[in-house]
């Protein structure tokens, strides 16, 4: 959602010492009294996955690696080393089970991201775009319950939003938001109220439509597409993401490496024929491939009892 009020208060400085830690994985300092090197179970994955949310440090995207059986902290360019002390502290004894690595740019939900110029073009548009007051969000995927149709978006968006439409000068009008969550979750659900609106079960992918025939959850290794004008193929990186956009944790996330512009907020995923999530956030750097959060579909689908059209 690209959103003129939406502000971010963090802090831009970062130390000396950090310019040695720019790239690639860092380095985990000595843990307290644990080695760094060894067998962490899923109670004490958990506990530190808690550590490192009570620490609170905005730019911050944390979940368990697979492959080396630690809490794997992705930290943006805002983030000091001495705020990456803190979480190695807020950790305790358990600090040998954290791996840092940086990313570029800046964590922000997809309302926040900047418009780097020249360098959109190639990237995905979104849906079909939706629009409120100082807004501009992605429609994610049509739904129905008990006769009545609704479509999801980005829970971030409808938390500042109350009436949506097809146009930006408002006047198409679709319908009022009924359902929001955010953080925590990143979804939210719209009722439509204007029955000429067609509203099939499809998603844009290019000058094509594909009909959405199910919903999947999302796997490490999954290729998936980004719906909007232009249709990019992407894959999971990751899955239960935790991600501190610094209003709030969100949990339950699924990492890719996409980039998202102003407007993509809400944005619909799938693989094959089947819905898989909607574009919670990203890097504001997309000099590279980018790196996109995504709530799963399945999440607001059982919380609101939809169905997808």
Known sequence: MRNSRATRLRSAAVVGALVALAAGVLAPGPANGRPAVGTFGAAELNTVRGAVLKADVAGTAWNVDPVTGKVL???????????????????????????FERIPGELA?????????????????????????????????????????????????????????????LTTYLGPTVGSSYPGNDFGVVRYDNSTIPRPGTVRCGQSEVDITGSVEPRVGMPFSI???????????????????????????????????????????????????????????????????????????????????
């Open 227 to 309: 719906a909007g004008y232009n249709c990019r193929a992407t894959t999971v990186q990751a899955v239960n993401v935790s991600i501190n956009y610094g209003a709030g944790a969100v949990h339950g996330l699924f990492r890719a490496n996409a980039c998202a512009a102003p407007g993509d907020s809400g944005s619909a995923s799938f693989s094959g024929n089947l819905a898989l999530g909607l574009l919670s956030g990203g890097t504001t750097s997309c000099t590279t491939s980018g790196i996109t959060y995504w709530q799963p579909v399945n999440e607001v689908l059982t919380a609101y009892a939809l169905t997808l059209t």
């Open 73 to 99: 902290v992705s930290v943006d360019e805002t983030v000091s080393a001495q705020e990456i002390g803190h979480i190695r502290r807020t950790a305790g004894e358990l600090a040998g089970a954290l791996e």
């Open 109 to 169: 939900t997809a309302a926040e991201l900047r418009e780097p110029a020249g360098e959109m073009a190639p990237y995905v548009k979104g849906g079909e775009y939706i629009y409120g007051a100082d807004a501009t969000a992605s429609l994610g995927f049509n739904t129905v319950r008990n006769g009545l149709d609704y479509f999801v978006t980005a829970g971030h968006c409808t938390n500042e939003v109350s009436q949506w439409y097809l146009n930006s000068s």
